[in-house]
């Protein structure tokens, strides 16, 4: 709790950035001396937070679904302050947090889905970055709290939205289903995340039927380390086998077809890769 309590503290400031870095270096460290077939998962998860908050061009809009304590929105800002940012995030306590830290970000409280109706939410409280909406297998230390879910479309009409970042523990699939409409329309980056193994996440969403919307829209599939590199997307048993241990990555971006080649030189430059 102490610890949860400084991170959100600590968000949004030099010594908060500082941290994280010196985290994420610590991570690796202790990855290639513990369990270095991990290395790979890190990196790529890393990498993908990197990304995803500069890939978003001056003006457009960002969505980050599953705010928490705003580490995301923050490093959007920090990088470009003419992007329009939505937040969207259900636990109270960092809705309060968010609304302080950032009044310049259109906030929503509620989860998102398919369908609209009150639904309720299982509050970690160890660990509040893997609440949900699914029940975890393990119900010690839960809290369940009632949060109203709604759907992307109602929430968002605007037309400019050009990345959309995604992290709601197993309901990703429910969130592209209720943004439709918006993901035709603007077309986006998608970065969702996507963790277990498992052929579902307790929601009855499949990782054969999240693949398969995604292609059947016209996006590829790629993994963070490919984002600024050359070739097509995952193949529904690639996506598959990279959730098996030890699993490619946490997160994937989902890339219009059509954008494949500006998103790749997008991710370049901020690497700073020279083109080849």
Same mark, same amino acid.
């Given at each position: 709790?102490?610890?949860?309590?400084?991170?959100?503290?600590?968000?949004?400031?030099?010594?908060?950035?500082?941290?994280?870095?010196?985290?994420?270096?610590?991570?690796?460290?202790?990855? +290639?001396?513990?369990?270095?077939?991990?290395?790979?998962?890190? +990196?790529?998860?890393?990498?993908?937070?990197?990304?995803?908050? %500069?890939?978003? #061009?001056?003006?457009?809009?960002? /969505?980050?679904?599953?705010?928490?304590?705003?580490? /995301?929105?923050?490093?959007?800002? %920090?990088?470009?302050?003419?992007?329009?940012?939505?937040?969207?995030?259900?636990?109270?306590?960092?809705?309060?947090? #968010?609304?302080?830290?950032?009044?310049? &970000? @259109?906030?929503?409280?509620?989860?998102?889905?398919?369908?609209?109706?009150?639904? =309720?939410?299982?509050?970690?409280?160890?660990?509040? $970055?893997?609440?949900?909406?699914?029940?975890?297998?393990?119900?010690?230390?839960?809290?369940?709290?009632?949060?109203?879910?709604?759907?992307?479309?109602?929430?968002?009409?605007?037309?400019?939205?050009?990345?959309?970042?995604?992290? &709601?523990?197993?309901?990703? #699939? $429910?969130?592209?289903?209720?943004?439709?409409?918006? /993901?035709?329309?603007?077309? =986006?980056?998608?970065?969702?995340?996507?963790?277990?193994?498992?052929?579902?996440?307790?929601?009855?969403?499949?990782?054969?039927?999240?693949?398969?919307?995604?292609? @059947?829209?016209?996006?590829?599939?790629?993994?963070?380390?490919?984002?600024?590199?050359?070739?097509?997307?995952?193949?529904?048993?690639?996506?598959?086998?990279?959730?098996?241990?030890?699993?490619?990555?946490?997160?994937?971006?989902?890339?219009?077809?059509?954008? %494949?080649?500006?998103? %790749?030189?997008?991710?370049? +430059?901020?690497?700073?890769?020279?083109?080849?």
């Amino acid at each position: 709790m102490i610890l949860s309590l400084m991170k959100t503290k600590c968000v949004d400031t030099t010594f908060g950035r500082l941290a994280l870095t010196a985290r994420d270096a610590l991570e690796l460290v202790r990855a +290639a001396y513990r369990s270095p077939e991990n290395i790979g998962t890190l +990196a790529n998860d890393q990498l993908a937070t990197y990304l995803v908050t %500069r890939l978003c #061009l001056p003006g457009k809009g960002f /969505i980050d679904i599953g705010a928490h304590i705003g580490s /995301i929105v923050s490093e959007v800002i %920090r990088h470009d302050h003419s992007i329009k940012l939505y937040a969207i995030e259900p636990m109270p306590d960092k809705v309060r947090h #968010l609304r302080e830290r950032f009044p310049t &970000v @259109e906030l929503h409280q509620c989860a998102l889905g398919d369908v609209e109706e009150e639904v =309720p939410f299982f509050v970690n409280i160890k660990q509040s $970055g893997y609440s949900s909406l699914g029940r975890p297998h393990n119900s010690e230390d839960l809290e369940i709290i009632k949060v109203p879910k709604k759907r992307l479309d109602v929430l968002i009409s605007s037309d400019d939205i050009d990345v959309i970042k995604i992290d &709601v523990e197993g309901a990703e #699939l $429910g969130v592209f289903r209720g943004g439709e409409a918006l /993901i035709k329309r603007s077309r =986006p980056t998608l970065m969702f995340e996507s963790a277990s193994p498992q052929a579902c996440d307790g929601l009855n969403y499949k990782k054969e039927s999240m693949w398969r919307w995604l292609n @059947e829209r016209d996006f590829d599939v790629v993994v963070p380390n490919r984002v600024a590199h050359n070739g097509s997307g995952l193949c529904l048993d690639g996506f598959l086998e990279a959730h098996l241990y030890p699993r490619r990555t946490t997160n994937y971006f989902a890339i219009p077809k059509e954008r %494949r080649i500006e998103i %790749r030189d997008r991710a370049r +430059a901020a690497l700073r890769i020279a083109a080849s």
